[in-house]
């Protein structure tokens, strides 16, 4: 489903990817592993043409996405955001429904709020929170209300960055569970960035590792614990003595 080729990005004198080459295959959850600054987050923004690439290719379903036209490009694709990013001054329904109440994927407004409703409860809320603001929810409930919103037309593929982030590990768990079945129920093509090891074991089936702007290692993520590489050893298990330096 996407493809990565050789891709480079640098800002000013510093380089961010150095030649990054990744495949994901159509219905797989990939999840991208590595330290603050590694690159993960330009990685996704060079994916959705948030960022243009230096140099390189980047394919989606064979095609160049440079090629393609912006609007359908991007209707196949889901985010749910580290931060949430849910828009304050809007009801929970429209938040969800937000890319249905607007551009070419526009619907009757009672049809997007069926939709949000329907997708609120899928990842665990009642019909009754439909209309209320983001600051009256928990964080773990503004959580969902972002997930309900990346699932809400149906994508293709589905970005998550940083999913679990500042949420407590009950939560967290049941973000990871809400996230490994919703992308399986759906057969979307997922790609996950996130330091949270627990989340990568709830939710990959592969993992790469993005270190110094290229790929360390690459696999399933059974055999992530026995790869061989200093570099994946000592992220998974956090270790501070390693190849990898700690910012002191």
């Not at 304050?88 to 407004?109: E, T």
Request: some cysteine; charged content about 25%.
């Amino acid at each position: 489903m996407i493809e990565m080729q050789d891709i480079h990005k640098s800002f000013g004198p510093k380089d961010v990817l150095r030649g990054v080459n990744l495949t994901v295959a159509t219905g797989e959850s990939m999840v991208i592993i590595g330290g603050s600054g590694s690159g993960k987050s330009v990685t996704i923004k060079c994916i959705l043409g948030l960022i243009h690439p230096d140099s390189g290719r980047i394919l989606l379903d064979g095609k160049d996405v440079e090629e393609e036209e912006r609007d359908a490009f991007l209707a196949r694709f889901g985010m749910l955001f580290q931060g949430g990013a849910l828009f304050d001054s809007l009801p929970v329904w429209q938040n969800v429904a937000f890319r249905l109440l607007r551009g070419s994927l526009k619907r009757p407004k009672s049809e997007a709020r069926d939709v949000a409703i329907e997708k609120l409860r899928r990842v665990g809320l009642t019909s009754d929170v439909a209309d209320q603001f983001p600051a009256e929810l928990s964080g773990g409930m503004q959580k969902r209300v972002g997930l309900a919103r990346a699932i809400a037309a149906d994508p293709e593929v589905i970005f998550f960055d940083e999913p679990t982030t500042g949420l407590d590990p009950i939560m967290a768990g049941v973000i990871n569970d809400l996230i490994r079945e919703i992308v399986v129920e759906m057969g979307a093509t997922a790609i996950t960035i996130t330091h949270d090891m627990t989340s990568v074991r709830a939710i990959a089936d592969k993992v790469a590792m993005l270190h110094a702007g290229k790929i360390r290692w690459s696999g399933p993520v059974a055999d992530m614990d026995d790869c061989g590489d200093p570099y994946v050893d000592q992220f998974i298990n956090g270790r501070a003595e390693g190849p990898i330096e700690a910012v002191r």
